[in-house]
């Protein structure tokens, strides 16, 4: 996207100004001026409610015959005391899905109309470039005539007298942002006959390719040799070959204080034998959301590059059926050594994961981060709305506590006990069971996680109910939400920056 910043509005060339109208508007610098645009109308259509002052509620006004754009769009902000830059977000998201619309491909933003005490117009630049680009996501679909008429933004100019530079640079993290969060929910939007495990592990390479990271995939072959009986397992009945994805972004000159970010990616999840009901089963395609949200997070860190070393490493397989496939009563060994009972095939993010996790604590990674779309337990505990978390690590938590909060994202944490690790650990002819039992079986799936990672500082994020949307929301339509790439990108940027 093409960005420019202009000192004032009085030659706006773009086709669409974008305004703010917080409740007293003629309190904004240079409203009086701005005004003026409407000649003496303006203050009585705000009067009036023709232009609405209340937050998120957008109005267009045609331009008159002497302006040089082709409309103003008046975005309501309400109480500008209130403004935060999580609201910014998503008013400029509501604008993102309007200009989709309105098919505009250029727009002019009067920043300082968007500020308050404690937002400057860096800080609107950095919310807009993100909440426009998350806003206008629109998935790219199979249909044989619908794509043709999309039209994409392709010029931005900002309204401001602050430091074009520090301009500049806002909109470029905030673009970047969007642009990762968006290569997420197409992933996740994807079919599963066409987004296969060696497909997954293409758009990884892609991704190497692009950011300079290194890349290692392997596949069934290395993976017996590896000894990753839980991931082999749980791709037994399957003709796809499975992958283990490994992406290294170097942000220091030394290999240490490595952060891992572990996914889960199956391409598809019927069940196996546990097979799922037919209507449980349609949605499926998205169980590689924990895939998805850690290489969203990496092209993140590829565009931002901070200095914090990072692994990501995904497990990716579908789970099928077939006179191959894995059984309940199987006993596998997984890579750690640990013995697994498989009391239920439907519980396999948890033995993927755990192959995964034991090959991120073996490649170096100090801390972990997994994702997860693990469990239906989530979504009975806290809504769709909320990621569910577990930890073995208060001050680790803590610290992902804060890019969550930063990026607006809900994160929840459940208790995870010695008693939910005893039932995890109890079986007759096993180290450990993959499926304790439906109470509380969010923190089953995610304590299983838990037991291959040792000492290491761990944070589990199950995204069941928040990696795809059924209908659309604040931050953009309904499908693919691309839930958490921003959280752990910023917690990558945050462990960089808190290192000094
Ligand atoms: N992929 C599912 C979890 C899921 C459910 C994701 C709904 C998205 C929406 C997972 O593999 C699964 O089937 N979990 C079971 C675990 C149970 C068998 C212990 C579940 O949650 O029912
Ligand atoms: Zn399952
Ligand atoms: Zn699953």
Redesign the pocket.
Known sequence: MNLQIRKAFDEVKEEILIVGVPEHPENIEGWEAFSEFYHTRLQEWIKNRDVETAYKKIVTLPAFENHSFNRIAFVGLGNRKSLTEDRLRTVFSAVGKELLELKASSIAVWTTSFTNDNLTCEDVAFTAAEGLGLGSYHFEDYKTSSNEQDVTMEAMTLISSADEAELQAAVEVGTANAYAVNEARTLVNMPPNLLTPTELANYAKDLAEKYDFEIEVLGKKEMEEQGMGAILAVNKGSVEEPQLITLKYAGTEQWEDVLGLVGKG?TY?T?GY?L?PRD?MV??K??M?GAAAVLGAMAMIGETRPAKNVLAVIASTD?MISGEAFKPDDVITSLSGKTIEVL?T????RLVLADAITYAVQSGANYLVDVA?????V?VALGNDKTGALTNDEAFFEEFMHAATETGEFVWRLPLTESDQKRIRQSDVADLN??PG?DG?MI??GGFVGEFVGNTPWVHLDI??T?SASAAHDLGPKGATGVMVRTLGTLVERMASTKE
């Open positions: 199956i999840d069940g546990s799922k449980g949605g499926m998205g169980d959301g789970n239920n439907d519980a396999e993010g779309t693990l469990t239906g337990g979504i993959n499926s439906r079986h089953f799936g069941a109910g990696s």
